[in-house]
């Protein structure tokens, strides 16, 4: 990962956050039991729950993978913010699936942002976006307090789109 922007790689795996950033810790609930896992885990990794968020995504590979280019971009036309990232680190485990991107030259923003999916004991499962940021624009340093509000809203909306994905009836009943 050569290629993104700060040196804590792999920083929202654990805590606490790196130093010397702003930090994001959301947690949503979003239904019950291993089929929302599955649902879930799958609209994280695919891009499918930021694309029905309303974010464009493109991306070098059709699942999330360490190594995976993928621009975000937000807006139309000549106002379109684009950012572009690299996932630095992806989970496939029994109980929790999602992974994170890191940042690269030409995002406003510099640190890394994570989007997980877990089933935790009770059976209930939860959606966590986990981010360390800074500016790295004039633009994002000029938005100064606004910056980390406009973060919990997306991260709060993506939430919202993840439990509706996730709770669709699936063909077949299951």
Request: charge should be positive.
């Amino acid at each position: 990962m050569t290629d993104v922007n700060y040196p804590e790689v792999g920083g929202t795996r654990h805590t606490p956050l790196p130093p010397g950033y702003h930090h994001l810790h959301q947690e949503m609930p979003i239904g019950h039991g291993r089929a929302v896992l599955a649902a879930a885990g799958e609209a994280v990794t695919t891009f499918r729950m930021h694309r029905a968020a309303g974010v464009g995504i493109r991306a070098d590979a059709p699942r999330a993978a360490p190594g995976v280019a993928v621009e975000v971009s937000l807006g139309i036309g000549p106002l379109r913010l684009r950012a572009p990232c690299r996932v630095v680190w992806s989970v496939a485990e029994e109980d929790r699936v999602g992974f994170a991107y890191g940042t690269r030259d030409g995002h406003p923003e510099r640190g890394e942002e994570a989007f997980t999916v877990t089933l935790r004991a009770d059976g209930s499962v939860w959606f966590t976006v986990t981010a360390f940021s800074r500016p790295d624009r004039f633009l994002t340093r000029l938005a100064g307090p606004l910056v980390p509000v406009l973060q919990r809203a997306y991260a709060r909306h993506c939430g919202r789109t993840l439990r509706r994905l996730a709770n669709r009836p699936r063909p077949g009943g299951r």
